[in-house]
Structure formats: structure tokens, C-alpha cells
């Protein structure tokens, strides 16, 4: 095995190792002997990587942000009116729910939902839809509103126990943003 293989596999046995810990308790509980024990992996690899469970869990987060961007900007999108990137992005959440769910519901960082709407595809979007309605100052109202939003349907979505498919959950957030919004669809 290359070592860049024997990287790659490491990180994802720490990276599994601390969702299915998630599962169980508060990243503020979890130890990385802990992570190390369930990942069967040294915690001097461990410590290779990362400086604690918190470094861990940020490189996560990082990485649903490049999957979610990378997603987005491979997708095509007309962006002349329609909510096609917001149909886009809960699919993506839905295709990946667990990981999603986890780093949703144990978010250490309060910016998080903001890098998440932020990337460039949605950002464009978000300006795109709503740049001529408002001016420059009421675009940080209007931002805070769909991220804030967008993400508390999201993550109410995530923790049902049955939840409905995303393109569901894509209607009805694509609706509420019409509806609050209609000149920007």
C-alpha cells in the first residue's frame, strides 16, 4: 500500500471513528484515546494528522464544504431565476445524511452554517437572486435570513425520525424562500 493510501485510510478510520462516537455523546466527551481505540489506530498516527478531536472534527467539517462546492460547481445551473442550486445542496445532504446530521448537530463552530451557504456557487447565486431587490447594507440581513433559515430546516429535516426525501425538503425551503422572496424567483 502507497503511503498515500496508507494517509487516506488512516484519516477515514479516525473521521469514522469519531461519527460513530458522535453518535453516542458530545465531542466535548470524546477523547482521542478514544477515537484512536475505535479506529484501532496508534494515537501517535493520530496526533500526525491532528492536534486534538477538535482538529479532527474541523477537517470534516472542511471537507463537507469542498464536497458541497465541488458538487455545486459540477452541477449545471441556469441561476436565472430558478432554486435549482438549493434543490442541489439539500440532495447532497440528504445523499451524505449521516455525516451531514452529525457535524449539523455537534457544531463546534458557529460559522459553519455561514462557510456552508458562503461557498462561491451559492454565494453567486444568493447575489444573483437577490443583489437588485436589495442594496449592499441590506444584503447582510438578507444573508444571515437564508442561512439562518435555510440551515434550521436542514437540520430540523436531518433529526426527524422519518424524514422526507430532500427533493421534498428542497420544495418546501425553495418555496419559503419564494414566498419571502418572490421577486428573487
Request: with cysteine; aromatic share 10%; glycine share 4%.
Amino acid at each position: 500500500m502507497s503511503e498515500n493510501q496508507r494517509v487516506r485510510l488512516s484519516k477515514q478510520l479516525l473521521r469514522q471513528s469519531l461519527i460513530k462516537l458522535l453518535g453516542e455523546k458530545s465531542i466535548h466527551k470524546v477523547s482521542v484515546r478514544e477515537i484512536c481505540e475505535q479506529a484501532q489506530v496508534n494515537r501517535s498516527t493520530f496526533y500526525k494528522y491532528y492536534g486534538s478531536q477538535y482538529d479532527l472534527f474541523h477537517d470534516m467539517e472542511e471537507e463537507i464544504l469542498a464536497h458541497v462546492n465541488n458538487y455545486l460547481r459540477d452541477e449545471p445551473s441556469t441561476m436565472t431565476g430558478d432554486l435549482s442550486q438549493i434543490t442541489k445542496l439539500v440532495a447532497f445532504i440528504g445523499e451524505n445524511a449521516e455525516l451531514c446530521r452529525i457535524i449539523i448537530n455537534h457544531n463546534i463552530d458557529p460559522k459553519f452554517p455561514e462557510a456552508l451557504v458562503n461557498l462561491p456557487s451559492l454565494h453567486q447565486w444568493i447575489d444573483t437572486h437577490f443583489r437588485v431587490e436589495y442594496s449592499k447594507n441590506e444584503m447582510e440581513y438578507v444573508y444571515g435570513l437564508v442561512v439562518n433559515g435555510g440551515f434550521s430546516i436542514i437540520r430540523m429535516w436531518l433529526n426527524k425520525e422519518n424524514p422526507e426525501p430532500p427533493d421534498v425538503v428542497a420544495e418546501v425551503l425553495c418555496a419559503t424562500i419564494a414566498k419571502l422572496f418572490p421577486a428573487a424567483v
